[in-house]
């Protein structure tokens, strides 16, 4: 088992309590609110990971950085999109500069 299949894992059952009843699951009860309160989770967990990185906390640090890569799939499933299809993208990169593969992006 590879941590890659933890992120496909969670990634499915994100997916699948998207169309849960709200009063028994977070994530449904996020969606049912609308992109707007997931995007407004993201920008919160991320605001959180910068602090916690500012504390140099690494034990906190690590558990912001899950909260924030959790609500990340949450809005990655809210779009259709899977944890799979963000690793396909980094493979894709691999090996290629950052400064060559944004000047790629035009």
Avoid: N
Wanted: with cysteine; aromatic share 4%.
């Amino acid at each position: 088992m590879t941590h890659a299949d933890v992120l496909a894992r969670l990634g499915a059952v994100i997916a699948d309590r998207l169309k849960a009843d709200p009063g028994t699951s977070y994530v449904a009860s996020l969606a049912a609110k609308g992109e707007d309160a997931i995007l407004k989770k993201v920008a919160e967990e991320a605001a959180e990971t910068l602090l916690a990185s500012k504390e140099g906390d690494k034990l906190h640090l690590i558990r912001e950085t899950a909260d924030l890569w959790f609500h990340c799939m949450v809005l990655l499933a809210w779009h259709g999109a899977s944890p799979d299809d963000v690793l396909m993208e980094l493979a894709r990169r691999e090996g290629t500069s950052g400064i060559a593969e944004k000047t790629s992006r035009g």
